[in-house]
């Protein structure tokens, strides 16, 4: 009975690590976890704004929706049958996909640095607002779109975790739209404050790049 207790107890001191760490959450999971954390905090936060003075027509900011939707989806596998389906590329080691992780949580850190800087002059669709100005500081000092420039750098980050060809193609897509998105922005608040006061700002700052003029 002795020697058969011994053993019990040796067999479950082997197993309980593998058990703890089956139950830890894997990487993609917590990638996952903090998308969405990030996506409903975001929009939680859309009451803090005031409203729209101007704005281009609805049908102008139809393509970058359609991009952004389309991103996400490709982007988490929404469309996945098995993995081959996808076109993977690599298997992301557990270190650097936890790595990866860290740099999606600092691009969404920058995004929120320029939503809470922004304050009231920001908006989930394109437009003016009454108090409209060309903001310049902090970190639209360093890009003249940081909230596109965070979510880019989270979405290559899910991208370089998943290491499929779908993840990459839907990294692109909503890169793809928010640089359109960025582009009619740019081309409305030129009409709306002045080619001069907002051209002068774009010749400084970069547009979603830090560095790359």
């Excluded at 990294?171 to 582009?183: E, F, I, N, S």
Aim: aromatic share 14%; proline share 5%.
């Amino acid at each position: 009975m002795a020697g058969g207790a011994r053993e019990v107890r040796r067999r479950a001191y082997h197993v309980r690590p593998a058990a703890i760490i089956k139950r830890m959450p894997n990487a993609e999971g917590a990638m996952a976890a903090l998308w969405g954390a990030w996506w409903l905090s975001w929009f939680a936060a859309a009451w803090w704004r005031d409203r729209a003075a101007a704005a281009p027509p609805w049908y102008e900011q139809i393509g970058y929706r359609i991009c952004a939707g389309l991103g996400v989806v490709l982007l988490f596998g929404a469309f996945r049958l098995n993995a081959r389906s996808e076109g993977v590329l690599w298997q992301t080691p557990p270190a650097v996909a936890w790595a990866l992780v860290a740099v999606a949580g600092a691009g969404f850190a920058f995004t929120w640095w320029a939503r809470l800087h922004l304050g009231r002059l920001w908006s989930t669709n394109v437009g003016r607002k009454a108090e409209h100005h060309v903001v310049d500081t902090g970190p639209y000092g360093i890009v003249r779109h940081p909230i596109y420039t965070g979510i880019t750098l989270a979405s290559i980050a899910v991208a370089a975790l998943r290491g499929t060809a779908a993840a990459w193609l839907g990294a692109a897509v909503m890169t793809l739209g928010w640089y359109v998105k960025a582009r009619l922005e740019e081309r409305f608040l030129r009409e709306q404050l002045g080619a001069d006061a907002y051209g002068a700002y774009a010749r400084r700052v970069p547009m979603l790049v830090p560095f790359l003029r």
